[in-house]
């Protein structure tokens, strides 16, 4: 018999619901109390609606995230939350986010706030987690309380549990060391931490414990191989049965590391990883489970159900009860229920598995495995049917867009002049200052645009009225820009719910959900657009508002846009064409845009690449041709512009130390990067590589209330000039300030302006 499973489930819930409990008690308006019985609540409607697999995750569920989740079970805490006292939720929302509730962290430095913990991407998805912290003396204390607790939630309601943890070589692998010091030095340690809560799970008679060792799918060096060996050489010893799982990518060289670890099962990425699965038949010893992932727990096309049992029945005839199915990943990368889509178009709907479907899909599977497709033979013909209908679909195929696909020529890639002689042409122009500062290109996303915003889509407001609700808030985002005194200003993306959703709802080719959410990172949540079909532009997107933001001053507006590569990797992507096509269509979209705004005056265009890193493959030796595509897209949205032009781009919490090049080659004008909660480290990349043009890095991390100090930015910007020319720097905040509110906008950045002028006065003196 197939055995069914779940990796891990949407935590964030199908309304949200987590979220708004999250940010009610972080405002203080709500208890400690109220926000763990949501967690509760959600966890229990969550297992309910897994019940009908063999085994339920339990521990996927978080506040915040899931690796934070994984350090305080570790007893891994930063040194600088350390000596605070009172609850170890709070602690926790130090670490995330810098404070805890306000009415908490009302009481004073005994209990107040800290630096955040920094934050990046999980492998190459939109997930962000918080990394974790390590220096030579870092010692473990193992706390299981939380996973004990929700494993005995699970266990009252009758489910058969399936722990979930991050397996340790993984754990420490994706943290840093803040003193220089070699991690795996720690590995000894950490081992102790996890056979403590391996046996401690057994004595909660828990059979199987799901581990996640994804870092298998990255190319390791011998030094890591062989922590993979100690590890489970040491942890085989545990009285739980170990399902080590592996996703987002393919083993390749680490087939037989991982088939002949001492474990008890191993999960597969069939997805992505479809090459792995007949070698490890060869490598796998007789007697250990192997779980294949075979829905897409990372894009919400359905399964073509019959083209996988044509895969799967050979293979369950070799394993027979040592075949288990699952999800290719956790689903918490897709949204949770696609029932609750009644406006979304029927035919594109027919197409498509949330979280909940992706779960039928799978027992379906299963039960055809199991007992034969005639007991399925109905939903087997209606898949099918489904299938063959998006594939034929004249909706999904434009001959147009093809052909001016096919006639792209390499100029367009091209700008006029080399940087150099655009930079002077630019200087003349603008007449900015040294250090100029600008925002990121949003400002706070307040109750009365959410409420227009609202009222416009259900048709209660007109047009009329809220094209003059947001010109309101784009006249008061400006005007508060010229208080605070700022060189380039922004509009402030009022008009936008999102930054990829607000362009692909005005692009063919693109279909909308209602309550598409998926979690990005904390109470963050994302509603990825769904790229079905050939993308095309059929007016203007931004024209009017921008320009509209330029007429109320004097000073440079921004044209504000969101890059093809981003816009891509925020999409819930079309699976049958290459990624690259697809993005080649958008950038001729975007290309069209950028020269509608030079057309119209705007001489500063930002194109946001926030995402660019984020999809560069897991395996070196397939980044050569994504990064030639991707910047090849890139290349074409933003070069059709004059010398005079400036073109800025932005990119989000990345490593760019191993991609430099290929950034300078998108050969922008101005780059702003994530930089504050590194202390300027990721700039590291440019102690070796002398990087040619202008560059923002952020002094002020939008991911967190803490206000920082003029002083504070002064001496980041100070570690960034020893790195890139002060001629050649901008000051700016990380990232877009839509999450954050104006009582706290405004003297974070009055105090960015402060920095600013103070640099100044150095360098003059100077």
């Not at 839509?738 to 920095?755: F, S």
Request: glycine share 6%.
């Amino acid at each position: 018999m197939a055995i069914t499973h779940n990796l891990g489930f949407p935590r964030i819930g199908a309304n949200r619901e987590l979220k708004f409990a999250l940010e009610s008690y972080w405002r203080g308006e709500s208890s400690l109390n109220a926000l763990q019985e949501v967690g509760r609540q959600l966890r229990q409607r969550h297992w309910n609606q897994q019940a009908g697999l063999d085994f339920v995750p339990v521990g996927d569920f978080s506040f915040y995230d899931h690796v934070l989740d994984m350090s305080f079970t570790l007893g891994n805490l930063p040194k600088r939350v350390q000596g605070f006292h009172g609850e170890t939720l709070d602690n926790y929302f130090r670490v995330a986010r810098g404070l805890s509730a306000e009415s908490v962290d009302g009481h004073g430095p005994c209990c107040g706030g800290v630096s955040a913990g920094e934050m990046t991407k999980w492998f190459d998805t939109n997930y962000h987690y918080i990394v974790p912290e390590f220096t030579a003396a870092t010692e473990f204390n193992l706390d299981s309380s939380r996973l004990l607790e929700q494993l005995a939630e699970a266990k009252a309601h009758g489910l058969k549990a399936k722990p979930v943890i991050i397996g340790p070589v993984t754990y420490l692998a994706l943290g840093k060391s803040k003193d220089g010091s070699d991690k795996l030095a720690l590995l000894p340690r950490l081992l102790a931490a996890y056979t403590q809560l391996l046996d401690s799970l057994a004595a909660e008679e828990v059979e199987w414990v799901q581990i996640d060792e994804p870092i298998l799918v990255t190319e390791l060096d011998g030094a890591w191989q062989n922590a993979f060996n100690s590890a489970y050489g040491q942890l085989k010893n545990c009285r739980v049965k170990l399902l080590l799982a592996t996703y987002f990518g393919q083993l390749l060289e680490n087939r037989s590391l991982a088939a002949h670890l001492p474990v008890a099962g191993l999960h597969v990425d069939a997805i992505n990883g479809r090459d792995d699965i007949f070698p490890l038949l060869e490598l796998l010893p007789s007697n250990k489970v192997l779980s294949l992932g075979v829905i897409n727990g990372r894009n919400i096309w359905k399964t073509d159900l019959h083209a996988t049992l044509e895969w799967l029945e050979p293979i369950h005839r070799v394993l027979q009860n040592r075949l288990w199915v699952a999800p290719s990943c956790s689903l918490i990368h897709v949204p949770v229920d696609l029932d609750s889509e009644r406006d979304l178009d029927p035919e594109i709907r027919s197409w498509l598995a949330f979280a909940l479907q992706k779960l039928d899909e799978l027992q379906l599977l299963a039960k055809a495995l199991n007992n034969g497709r005639v007991p399925v033979q109905a939903e087997l013909i209606s898949n099918h049917v489904a299938v063959e209908r998006r594939r034929t679909s004249n909706r999904v195929h434009n001959p147009a867009i093809k052909a001016a696909i096919s006639g792209i020529d390499v100029s367009l890639g091209e700008r006029i002049s080399p940087y150099e002689q655009r930079a002077a042409k630019q200087a003349a122009l603008l007449k900015l200052p040294a250090y100029p500062t600008t925002t990121i290109g949003s400002f706070p996303q307040t109750a009365d645009i959410r409420h227009a915003r609202s009222e416009f889509k259900s048709g209660r407001l007109g047009l009329a009225g809220y094209k003059a609700q947001m010109q309101k808030e784009i006249a008061h985002s400006v005007q508060e820009q010229e208080a605070l005194g700022l060189d380039v200003l922004v509009h402030g993306e009022a008009e936008r719910n999102d930054m990829v959703e607000y362009f692909g709802e005005q692009l063919d080719g693109y279909a909308f959900s209602q309550f598409g959410w998926v979690q990005s990172y904390g109470s963050r949540c994302v509603k990825p657009p769904i790229l079905f079909g050939d993308i095309s532009r059929p007016k203007a997107m931004t024209l009017d508002w921008i320009t509209y933001a330029q007429s109320l001053t004097s000073k440079p507006m921004k044209g504000m846009l969101t890059g093809p590569v981003t816009i891509l990797n925020w999409s819930f992507v079309r699976d049958d064409q290459p990624r690259s096509v697809s993005c080649t269509q958008l950038a001729l979209a975007i290309r069209q845009e950028v020269l509608d705004l030079e057309k119209a005056g705007i001489r500063i265009i930002q194109i946001d690449e926030a995402a660019l890193r984020e999809g560069l493959p897991l395996r070196k030796l397939q980044w050569k041709e994504y990064l030639e595509w991707a910047v090849g897209s890139f290349r074409i949205a933003a070069n059709g512009v004059e010398d005079e032009t400036q073109i800025h781009t932005h990119m989000c919490y990345s490593d760019f130390n191993d991609i430099i090049a290929s950034i300078a080659d998108m050969d922008a004008d101005v780059i702003t990067i994530e930089t504050s909660r590194s202390d300027m480290k990721l700039l590291d990349a440019f102690d070796d590589f002398s990087y040619p043009n202008e560059i923002g890095p952020g002094v002020y991390d939008i991911h967190s209330p803490n206000i920082p100090t003029p002083e504070r930015m002064v001496q980041l910007m100070k570690n960034a000039a020893k790195r890139i020319p002060p001629e050649r720097l901008w000051v700016n905040p990380d990232c877009g300030l839509k999450t954050r509110r104006w009582d706290e906008v405004i003297p974070a950045l009055t105090n960015m302006v402060a920095a600013a002028k103070l640099l100044r006065s150095t360098t003059s003196s100077t």
